[in-house]
């Protein structure tokens, strides 16, 4: 058990449609990550918070939003949802906000768009 | 334009066997390696980190090793394990914080 938590697990709904992925990050971690993991493009990286504020983006689509709240846990929300937006979504999480901390994935978010 | 590139995509061998598998990058500018296991429906698992000084790296039966002149980094399994079974996935971070992920190696390991 990584002691990440994500919720929900299982998610089905409809193009369109917006939803909201939460990400608890283990207990005295102040870095939270948000990665994409879809069949054609494997794992990518979406967004850093450390510590309630943004740290770094990579490849997150303008219809997606990340925040981390002040008890340090993270929510991204997905918009005008696609079919092509079917993937896991993973959170992780590390101590500091250093690219060279080691980071503690939860079991992630299945969203299936239909 | 950056990218990681891993090999074999997959691979069979036989429990108690040895097995390398490659991460080639051209990722720049270089913060750090690292690789990860991931089983199937779960997330990934880090074994090593490495930065750019470090050239050898041990976690257990795990041994990773990095070149970053020829920007090449190898991950050893010694003595495989039916738990070994999973992907493995390489991942360089660069410009500090961000991350390009490989596409993994999948390994089976058989009794």
């Known amino acids: 058990d990584s002691g990440v938590t994500q919720t929900p697990k299982h998610l089905i709904t409809a193009t369109g449609q917006r939803v909201t992925l939460r990400c608890s990050p283990r207990s005295g971690d102040l870095s939270v990550y948000w990665y994409q993991q879809s069949l054609d493009q494997g794992l990518q990286f979406l967004i850093q918070?450390?510590?309630?504020?943004?740290?770094a983006k990579g490849n997150i689509l303008e219809r997606f939003s990340a925040q981390q709240f002040p008890d340090l846990h993270s929510e991204l929300n997905l918009s005008s949802l696609e079919l092509g937006d079917s993937a896991l979504y993973f959170c992780?999480?590390?101590?500091?906000?250093?690219?060279?901390?080691?980071?503690?994935f939860g079991d992630g978010t299945r969203l299936s768009i239909l | 334009k950056n990218q990681v590139e891993q090999s074999p995509q997959s691979l069979i061998i036989l429990e108690g066997k040895n097995c390398t598998l490659q991460c080639n990058y051209t990722v720049s500018p270089f913060s750090n390696l690292r690789w990860y296991k991931q089983d199937t429906g779960r997330g990934p698992v880090s074994l090593t980190i490495m930065t750019f000084s470090e050239n050898t790296k041990s976690n257990g039966r795990y041994t990773a090793t990095l070149d970053a002149d020829t920007k090449q980094s190898s991950l050893h399994i010694t003595a495989s394990q039916l738990s070994d079974s999973a992907s493995y996935i390489c991942v360089v971070s660069y410009n500090f914080n961000k991350f390009y992920f490989g596409s993994g190696t999948k390994l089976n390991v058989k009794p």
């Open positions: 918070y450390y510590n309630g504020e943004e740290r």
């Open positions: 992780a999480s590390s101590v500091g906000g250093a690219s060279n901390q080691p980071q503690h």
